[in-house]
């Protein structure tokens, strides 16, 4: 159809909004728009407060209003008490911009009752670039913000759900942690009231024989004092590095031998066992080395004593090896099978599934201990 | 020959300060005090003249310990040193102390720190090896065992 030789005057459309009305019949744009399911409004920028000049039968039916009623006024009046002012003001930025601009506003109909409003505005300029109007479609998009409000309202509902989940057991852990640090504090305090009572006691005896056992029970203790010491030191409470607690353990012991000939040898390889193990593993090494100390060394013709005691820790291929060695006397002299630390030595090692060994090492003697030691994996322990 | 500590103890376990005091009177100091309560602890400290001070984190009134510290480090005239359980609860900065000693100690642990404590005191810093069990502040560690 050639509508170009109908075509009437370019502001016919607004003389009027009647579909009926002569003027503006005979242009199918303007038709189409008058008809439209689309609620539409074109506004005056040139005319003080920008009204409204044409508004569709759709916008009415949104809106609610007559067409008297709209004509010659400013939009704002679809606003209401809960409109977004954001929203507002991101209109009237573009359109002091002269810019285009799309946004979802709650707007109130007549009857008070409100929608959700996906509005497009976007102005239009004639040949030389001046702005004669401004365009704006309504699309009433209530249900789709229904929607995603109770899509929001879900996602709220489930974080809320898993940030009070999560600070129950957060809550949960710092109860087990302080619990875990209170016990740990306690039994450190009571182990450090065995020693200071063993020692107490030791000064009034005069025996020498209860004195000495009474040093080794001691020493037995502090070596439990130390696993206890350095246990918790790590972040990870199920694991311990045995390697740490060898180096205290021989420093400590050799330092209170007071015997300064006597060197040591320390090959350790950071080696963590679980925590289990911890204390067997301690008490054992501390048999043999006090052992070593108080028989493998002869005083020499001058009163003092020298020789080495060497400790090596390796873990090949599954296994954790331990070997404490001396330089004197040799096992032949040095007999204590039957005493009661051996029996400890051999006992421990029954429950660590050790082999022990002793060995002349000629000079001396070499105790090689190897145990099964799988790689710890993190909550394995029960 | 080094001229022996005045040692106060903070300690709220009577069995541990006793032994503390036997330990530390047979290593050649003197024990100028024995406190139980931060309040306890912080008269003493204005009435003895304590070189160095023993302070348990835990005492009578709650964890009180560095609080003591701090009031000891204000008044410039003795230095501390914590012997706790729980050296987690210790500050970072340590509240001005030297270093603390972990419980438990062995009583050659505490003999080698009393000695090791002695040359940081008297004639700093200490040339004996620093214990096992012993741990300074940074601050300490940068002047007593500064990194090669």
């Given at each position: 159809m050639d509508w170009k030789r109908t075509r009437e005057p370019a502001d016919?459309?607004?003389?009027?909004?009647?579909?009926?009305?002569?003027?503006?019949?005979?242009?199918?744009?303007?038709?189409?728009?008058?008809?439209?399911?689309?609620?539409?409004?074109?506004?005056?920028?040139?005319?003080?407060?920008?009204?409204?000049?044409?508004?569709?039968?759709?916008?009415?039916?949104?809106?609610?209003?007559?067409?008297?009623?709209?004509?010659?006024?400013?939009?704002?009046?679809?606003?209401?008490?809960?409109?977004?002012?954001?929203?507002?003001?991101?209109?009237?930025?573009?359109?002091?911009d002269k810019a285009d601009v799309s946004v979802d506003i709650l707007n109130y109909r007549k009857d008070g009752s409100t929608f959700w409003n996906a509005l497009y505005i976007s102005p239009v300029s004639n040949d030389k670039g001046e702005l004669q109007f401004f365009f704006a479609s309504q699309l009433d998009v209530s249900d789709r913000k229904r929607s995603e409000h109770r899509i929001t309202a879900d996602k709220d509902r489930f974080e809320k759900a898993v940030k009070e989940r999560t600070a129950e057991l957060e809550a949960a852990l710092e109860a087990q942690t302080t619990l875990l640090h209170e016990v740990d504090h306690r039994v450190k305090n009571n182990l450090q009231m065995i020693s200071s009572l063993i020692i107490m006691q030791s000064r009034t005896i005069k025996d020498e024989a209860t004195k000495r056992s009474l040093k080794t029970m001691l020493e037995r203790i502090e070596a439990l004092?130390?696993?206890?010491?350095?246990?918790?030191?790590?972040?990870?409470?199920?694991?311990?590095?045995?390697s740490d607690f060898a180096k205290d353990l021989v420093t400590d012991l050799l330092t209170a031998s007071g015997r300064s000939g006597i060197k040591s040898k320390l090959e350790l390889e950071p080696i963590v066992i679980s925590a289990e193990k911890a204390t067997p593993v301690a008490l054992m090494v501390n048999e043999l080395v006090t052992n070593a100390l108080k028989h493998a060394f002869k005083e020499g013709p001058d009163g003092t004593t020298a020789g080495r005691i060497g400790i090596k820790m390796s873990q090949p291929d599954g296994h954790f090896n331990i070997e404490v060695s001396d330089d004197g006397v040799g096992m032949a002299a040095a007999n204590g099978d039957a005493s009661f630390g051996m029996r400890l030595i051999k006992s421990l090692a029954r429950q660590l599934h050790a082999n022990i060994e002793w060995r002349d090492a000629g000079p001396g003697t070499k105790v090689v201990i190897s145990m099964p030691n799988e790689p710890q994996q993190k909550g394995t322990l029960s | 020959m080094i001229e022996p500590l005045k040692v106060l103890i903070v300690e709220d376990e009577a069995l541990l300060a006793m032994e503390l005091e036997s330990l530390v009177e047979e290593a050649g100091h003197s024990v100028v005090g024995w406190a139980t309560s931060s309040a306890e602890a912080k008269s003493m400290v204005d009435s003895t003249d304590a070189d160095i001070a023993f302070v348990d984190i835990h005492l009578t009134d709650g964890p009180t310990g560095v609080d003591v510290a701090h009031y000891i480090g204000e008044r410039k005239r003795s230095m501390v040193v914590f012997m706790t359980a729980n050296p987690k609860r210790i500050p970072d900065h340590f509240a001005g102390a030297i270093g603390v000693i972990a419980k438990p100690y062995t009583m050659n642990g505490l003999t080698s720190a009393l000695r090791y404590l002695q040359e940081g005191v008297r004639r700093p810093p200490p040339v004996s090896q620093r214990p096992a069990g012993f741990t300074l502040s940074p601050a300490f560690e940068a002047v007593w065992a500064p990194a090669a």
């Open positions: 016919a459309w607004h003389m009027t909004d009647d579909l009926h009305v002569e003027h503006g019949k005979g242009d199918p744009f303007a038709a189409a728009i008058r008809a439209t399911r689309m609620s539409m409004i074109i506004t005056d920028p040139r005319r003080p407060d920008n009204p409204i000049v044409f508004a569709n039968d759709a916008f009415l039916r949104l809106t609610g209003y007559g067409r008297d009623e709209v004509i010659g006024k400013n939009c704002r009046f679809l606003q209401g008490p809960k409109t977004d002012k954001a929203a507002i003001a991101e209109i009237r930025a573009a359109i002091e004092s130390t696993v206890h010491r350095r246990l918790y030191q790590s972040k990870d409470v199920s694991r311990f590095d045995v | -």
